[in-house]
C-alpha cells in the first residue's frame, strides 16, 4: 500500500532555512509527479511546489516561487523541498502528496514553524 512519510521539519528563525524529506513506498515511485502542500492553523490546505517524475519540470506556488526548491532522487524513492528565506508566515504542516487513478494519498505531515 501506498505510504508517504515526511520528515525534516522544525522551528526556524525568519530567513532561515529546512530541508523536508518524504520517503514513499508502494507504488512506482520513478513514474510519479510527487507535490508537496500546505495547511496553516485556521487555513486551508494549499499547494506548494510539484515535481514530474523525471525531476526535469517543476512547478511552484506563487508565494515561494524563487524561495523553495523541489527535487527528488529516484534511487531513493525519496522527494525533498529545500525551503529558504522563510517568513513567519510559512508556518504551517507540511504534507507529500501523489495522486493515483482517482485517489489522493498523504503523509502524516511535518510541522515548520518559523518564529523567533
Known amino acids: 500500500q501506498v505510504q508517504l512519510v515526511e520528515s525534516g521539519g522544525g522551528l526556524v528563525q525568519p530567513g532561515g532555512s529546512l530541508r523536508l524529506s518524504c520517503a514513499a513506498s508502494?507504488?512506482?515511485?520513478?513514474?510519479?509527479?510527487m507535490r508537496w502542500y500546505r495547511q496553516a492553523p485556521g487555513k486551508e490546505r494549499e499547494f506548494v511546489a510539484r515535481?514530474?517524475?523525471?525531476?526535469?519540470?517543476?512547478y511552484y506556488a506563487d508565494s515561494v516561487k524563487g524561495r523553495f526548491t523541489i527535487s527528488r532522487d529516484n534511487a531513493k524513492n525519496t522527494v525533498y523541498l529545500q525551503m529558504n528565506s522563510l517568513k513567519p508566515e510559512d508556518t504551517a504542516v507540511f504534507y507529500c502528496?501523489?495522486?493515483?487513478?482517482?485517489?489522493?494519498?498523504w503523509g502524516q505531515g511535518t510541522q515548520v514553524t518559523v518564529s523567533s
Open positions: 502528496n501523489v495522486r493515483m487513478g482517482a485517489n489522493n494519498y
Open positions: 508502494g507504488f512506482t515511485f520513478s513514474s510519479a509527479y
Open positions: 515535481i514530474n517524475w523525471s525531476g526535469g519540470s517543476t
